[in-house]
């Protein structure tokens, strides 16, 4: 997990204890910001959500979490080894007009790009999305094998 450290051009931008209690406030607010934004990573704009990726011999797994996102609002693209994740969460029309006292959890689009190797097979990718989990199988392409050539 990163976060942003308030900058601090000199030291003397901290010599009196206000300054260094803001300066320190400054910090954990950030770190806390960071980790109730979880499941998802906030961007000021875009929300990127939790994955993990997983090789194996035969293929690439990825698992992404999102939560509150329906299937319709999930879309998959392939280009020149790129994988492209985007949509959105959306909030029930039902509860925007409700005056709340907190809200945490956020709504929006979300988007993520992966660079994956060379040795994937585009055609064969399979998704599936099911309790919140999309999970996307990459098989490798199978690798050339040497072949003797016979000199005549």
Same mark, same amino acid.
Request: no cysteine.
């Given at each position: ?26 910090i ?29 011999d ?12 329906t299937?319709?609002? !999930? ?6 080894? %790129? =994988?492209? &994740?985007?949509?959105? /969460?959306?909030?029930? #029309?039902?509860? +925007? ?27 064969? !990718? ?6 919140? %989990? =999309?999970s &996307?199988?990459?098989? /490798?392409?199978?690798? #050339?094998?040497? +072949? ?5």
């Open positions: 997990m990163a976060f942003n450290l308030p900058r601090v051009r000199n030291k003397s931008e901290l010599q009196n204890n206000s300054s260094r209690r803001s300066y320190v406030d400054d954990f607010t950030n770190f806390f910001n960071e980790i109730s934004s979880w499941p998802f990573a906030y961007n000021d704009r875009v929300l990127s959500p939790r994955t993990d990726i997983i090789e194996n035969s293929d690439y797994s990825l698992e992404m979490e999102l939560p509150g996102v299937q319709d609002n !999930i879309d998959l693209k392939i280009d020149s080894n %790129i =994988l492209t &994740i985007e949509g959105k /969460k959306e909030q029930s #029309s039902e509860k +925007k007009d409700h005056n709340y006292h907190i809200q945490e959890r956020y709504y929006g689009s979300f988007y993520r790009s992966i660079s994956l190797p060379s040795n994937i097979d585009e055609e064969h !990718i399979e998704a599936q999305f099911k309790n919140g %989990i =999309l &996307i199988k990459i098989p /490798k392409k199978e690798q #050339s094998k040497a +072949k003797k050539i016979k000199v005549t």
